[in-house]
């Protein structure tokens, strides 16, 4: 490393519509890095066969540098030009924001982010694909320079599946400083309002089965007020379960709204009446952290990660049955003393939350990299 400062490389294939959450990570990362000034270049790997409608990396300049791979999506293939190409750049650093690490050597040290262990911790988890994702932590942990991860909760999750033992430095994500600014009136939001917003993909642990079911009994009891709407937000896998079709609420009807963009996304936090977050776990909940920029009142499931990361900001209660979900919304929909106070505490808490300080805490250990292992 020229006057310690670092050529880094960094595995932007993520940065599409399928990973919303670790795209949005791996793109503000690169922002932040793009003019460090203890990075030197930065050199941008991504696959043009990946669908990116909204994720915009930086643009190329004397120290950021754009390179493209082929290959089918997730193939072995792929992962080898990934590598290769990594390999023959002049690069100290390697950083994958993923798990999957392509095979091989690298002659550049490596960082990986594990964002979190979510399929080996709940229940409904099938044994090959727990085994499966047991082995790639394993392997991308002990083949990695250097592991972050997002959360102290996240890390104490990860740890029993790491061998050797070692510690992942913690790197909480940020908050893109977008999202605390109202944007302009539209009329998309303000036709469904007053509304209830979640974003989420449909992956079982979200428990938006339970949501659905809340949702249902909070229009049979008009609990609402005369009409709302539920928001669904998020990229879906059309082979997961999809609980909000075929449902026919005519006064308080649900609404999804697949892979949004960042602006529809803002405009989404700023106009809700509510932000609900049912989900079992999260390594870090992004969501959480953007709605409470934009000044959301947020109730999610009381998870150990949202003590730290959102504290009193938001109303967290344990909803995994439907019943409990849909009284904590009452409750809240209608209680403007609480939501008042929610609503001023949120961008306080958000600002906690900071990429450029996640780069910087990512660049410190890469340098003290000897302490990794």
């Known amino acids: 490393m020229q006057a310690n400062r670092i050529r880094l490389a960094i595995d932007a294939r993520y940065a599409c519509d399928h990973f919303p959450g670790i795209g949005r990570v791996v793109t503000a990362l690169a922002h932040a890095w793009a003019d460090h000034p203890r990075i030197g270049t930065l050199h941008i790997i991504q696959n043009p066969a990946r ?68 399929p080996l911790t709940v229940p409904h988890t099938a044994w090959v694909t727990r085994l499966g994702y047991a082995l790639a932590v394993r392997i991308a942990a002990a083949r990695a320079t250097c592991l972050t991860t997002v959360s102290q909760a996240a890390a104490d999750s990860i740890a029993p599946f790491i061998w050797p033992s070692r510690t992942p430095a913690i790197v909480p994500n940020g908050v893109d400083e977008r999202f605390f600014v109202p944007p302009a009136p539209t009329t998309a939001e ?22 659905v079911a809340a949702w249902h009994m909070l229009a049979d009891a008009s609990a609402l007020g005369k009409s709302a709407t539920l928001i669904i937000a998020g990229h879906v896998n059309p082979a997961r379960n999809q609980p909000w079709r075929n449902t026919v609420l005519p006064h308080y009807p649900i609404l999804h709204v697949a892979s949004p963009s960042d602006a529809r996304l803002i405009s989404l936090y700023h106009n809700a009446h509510m932000v609900v977050q049912p ?30 990361t ?11 049955r439907p019943e409990s979900i849909a009284a904590g919304m ?32 990512m660049i410190d250990v890469m340098q003290k990299n000897t302490s990794c292992r």
């Open 310 to 320: 959102a504290g009193a900001a938001v109303t967290a209660i344990d909803m995994q």
């Open 190 to 211: 303000a036709a469904h309002r007053p509304y209830a917003l979640c974003v989420s993909s449909n992956q079982l642990h979200k428990n938006l089965d339970a949501l």
């Open 279 to 308: 989900s079992f776990a999260e390594g870090f909940g992004l969501p959480v952290l953007e709605a409470l920029a934009g000044g959301a009142v947020v109730l999610c499931h009381d998870l150990p990660v949202y003590q730290t």
């Open 330 to 361: 009452a409750s809240l929909w209608h209680d403007s003393a609480r939501r008042e106070r929610q609503q001023h505490a949120g961008p306080i808490q958000a600002r906690r939350a900071d990429w450029h300080a996640a780069a910087e805490r």
């Open 51 to 118: 669908q990116n409608t909204y994720l915009s990396l930086p643009v190329e300049s004397e120290r950021v540098i754009h390179h493209f791979v082929d290959g089918a999506i997730g193939s072995f293939f792929e992962g080898q030009h990934v590598r290769r190409l990594a390999n023959t750049l002049p690069v100290d650093w390697f950083y994958s924001p993923y798990l999957r690490l392509p095979w091989g050597r690298f002659r550049a040290h490596t960082l990986v982010t594990l964002h979190d262990v979510i």
